[in-house]
């Protein structure tokens, strides 16, 4: 199955808001901080663009009025397009200025999710974490534990989007392997990224997968470029985004 994704910052968002929806331009009022306002004006222009490229609708502010996120009863984000259900199923992210849309077909459970590359403490993984990704954690070199909690959170939060449940659910119920084709033990792997294990080629995507005990499996796949993890789960074999 294929996924296609779309990234969009902040400088690529108009100033106005002439291509939102009445809907849309109600919930953006109701907002009271400034910065929720931009990540959710951020996250919505990002999945208007990505559905319009994917049906080849056109991108005019007017047009992209007629498309619609509006977000269900359990939060997961919803197209609509002249008020009628699209056949696509979407995710959405933002982190830092940059937001991403994932776009699959409809009916397919998808998340995608970006974390930022910063020192988590002690307490975090413990409490969040399971036996298993703690022990990835600790097997691996000081310098790339960074990048890998952050994988393991990221690779966590696209999956509770893919089962539309936020952090409602306990994210110790999640567990993400991202070295589950890869021919040497996860540890040696990471040690073997390098000092600056940068992603700069859409071609050095990696694979990951995630079980959670409520019995869902999900593919995935991470990449990590400018300061920002990117992971996206499928419950369907997932070709490279």
Same mark, same amino acid.
């Given at each position: 199955?294929?996924?296609?994704w =779309?990234e969009?910052?902040?400088s690529d968002?108009?100033?106005?808001?002439?291509?939102l929806?009445a809907?849309?331009?109600l919930?953006?009022?109701?907002?009271?901080f400034?910065k929720r306002?931009?990540d959710w004006? =951020?996250?919505?222009w990002?999945?208007?663009?990505?559905?319009?490229a994917?049906?080849?609708?056109?991108t005019?502010?007017?047009?992209l009025a007629?498309?619609?996120?509006?977000?269900?009863?359990s939060?997961?984000?919803?197209v609509?397009?002249?008020n009628q259900p699209?056949?696509l199923?979407i995710?959405?992210?933002?982190?830092?200025?940059t937001?991403?849309?994932?776009?699959?077909?409809?009916g397919t459970?998808?998340g995608?999710?970006?974390e930022?590359?910063e020192p988590?403490?002690d307490?975090f993984?413990?409490?969040y974490f399971?036996?298993?990704?703690?022990a990835?954690?600790a097997?691996?070199p000081?310098?790339?534990?960074?990048?890998?909690v952050?994988l393991?959170w990221?690779?966590k939060?696209?999956?509770?989007?893919?089962?539309?449940?936020?952090?409602r659910?306990?994210?110790?119920?999640?567990?993400v392997?991202?070295?589950?084709?890869?021919?040497?033990?996860?540890?040696?792997?990471?040690?073997d990224?390098g000092p600056?294990p940068?992603v700069?080629s859409?071609?050095d995507?990696?694979p990951?997968r995630?079980?959670?005990?409520?019995g869902h499996?999900f593919?995935?796949?991470?990449?990590?470029q400018?300061?920002?993890v990117?992971?996206?789960v499928s419950?369907?074999?997932?070709?490279?985004p």
């Open positions: 199955m294929d996924i296609y =779309l969009q910052t902040e968002a108009p100033t106005g808001n002439q291509w929806g809907k849309e331009t919930c953006l009022s109701s907002l009271r400034a306002r931009a004006r =951020l996250g919505r990002t999945a208007k663009q990505a559905v319009a994917c049906l080849n609708l056109p005019d502010l007017h047009a007629d498309i619609e996120i509006h977000a269900a009863s939060g997961a984000p919803e609509f397009i002249q699209a056949n199923a995710s959405l992210s933002h982190r830092d200025g937001a991403l849309c994932a776009v699959a077909p409809a459970s998808v995608c999710d970006l930022t590359i988590r403490s307490a993984v413990a409490d399971t036996a298993a990704e703690k990835l954690i097997q691996t000081g310098e790339k534990q960074p990048l890998l952050a393991l990221s690779g939060e696209s999956a509770l989007k893919a089962l539309r449940v936020g952090l659910l306990d994210t110790r119920s999640i567990c392997s991202p070295a589950h084709t890869w021919p040497q033990s996860a540890a040696k792997k990471w040690q990224l600056t940068l700069t859409p071609d995507w990696r990951l995630v079980r959670y005990s409520g499996a593919a995935g796949w991470w990449r990590f400018d300061h920002l990117r992971t996206y419950d369907l074999p997932l070709r490279t």
